[in-house]
């Protein structure tokens, strides 16, 4: 199985701040690599698809990049609805693993 | 709108075998570039994918769980089902289930359902 490592696993930030989060496959997967963005309750949500594509109506304050092994998600200018959970999905070969997430939380 | 809903049982006896089915809404089962998925997630745990079925019926699982998991669709219905057996309280989760968005060059959970916690006691 390709292993999927998120760091950090959690950060605190504030309103208006540029937060990255990273993610490393444990074999190249090319850029099969999804995110989700999951809220406390809720069902996870589509965020970006092929590493870097967003999902329509997902504002353009996300972004994505990298490619093979490492992979990157950017929140531009964090937004007070943007605390949440957020994993990374790769989706090169079975079974389709997640990261084992990334709380922002407020500051 | 589309939309996904989970329904089952809540609560299953240990070695009792979990069922759910996932209603499809607003759309139709058989579109050629979807696949149909469950995903689940233990208490204050992360996303562990499922399997995944093709309304032709063709499926993959997780291996950790092949032995145990069964994914079937009823087009009929345009619903899809999972089948969990002999399951324990390590079963014990949120389980949901999702549409997939695919292409040769793309894969993605793009709707889900709202969740259905399932607790084995």
């Known amino acids: 199985d390709i292993q999927m490592t998120q760091y950090p696993s959690s950060l605190s930030a504030s309103v208006g701040d540029r937060v990255t989060i990273t993610c490393r496959a444990s074999?190249?997967?090319?850029?099969?690599l999804n995110w989700y963005q999951q809220k406390p309750g809720k069902a996870p949500e589509f965020l970006i698809y092929?590493?870097?594509i967003l999902q329509s109506g997902v504002p353009s304050r996300f972004s994505g990049s990298g490619s093979g092994t490492h992979f990157t998600l950017t929140i531009g200018s964090l937004e007070p609805e943007d605390f949440a959970t957020y994993y990374c999905?790769?989706?090169?070969?079975?079974?389709?693993?997640f990261g084992q997430g990334t709380k922002v939380e407020i500051k | 709108q589309v939309l996904l809903q989970e329904s089952g049982p809540g609560l299953v006896k240990p070695s009792g075998t979990l069922s759910l089915t996932c209603a499809f809404s607003?759309?139709?089962?058989?579109?050629?570039?979807?696949?149909w998925t469950w995903v689940r997630q233990p208490p204050g745990k992360g996303l562990e994918w499922i399997g995944e079925?093709?309304?032709?019926?063709?499926?993959n699982y997780n291996a950790s769980l092949k032995s145990r998991v069964s994914i079937s669709v009823d087009k009929s219905k345009n619903q899809f089902s999972l089948k969990l057996t002999s399951v324990t309280a390590a079963d014990t989760a949120v389980y949901y289930c999702?549409?997939?968005?695919?292409?040769?060059?793309?894969?993605?959970?793009?709707?889900w359902g709202q969740g259905t916690t399932v607790t084995v006691s």
């Open positions: 999702a549409r997939v968005a695919s292409s040769s060059w793309f894969y993605g959970m793009d709707v």
């Open positions: 607003g759309g139709s089962i058989s579109s050629s570039t979807n696949w």
């Open positions: 079925i093709y309304h032709s019926g063709t499926t």
């Open positions: 074999q190249s997967i090319g850029r099969y």
């Open positions: 092929a590493a870097s």
């Open positions: 999905q790769q989706s090169d070969s079975m079974p389709r693993t």
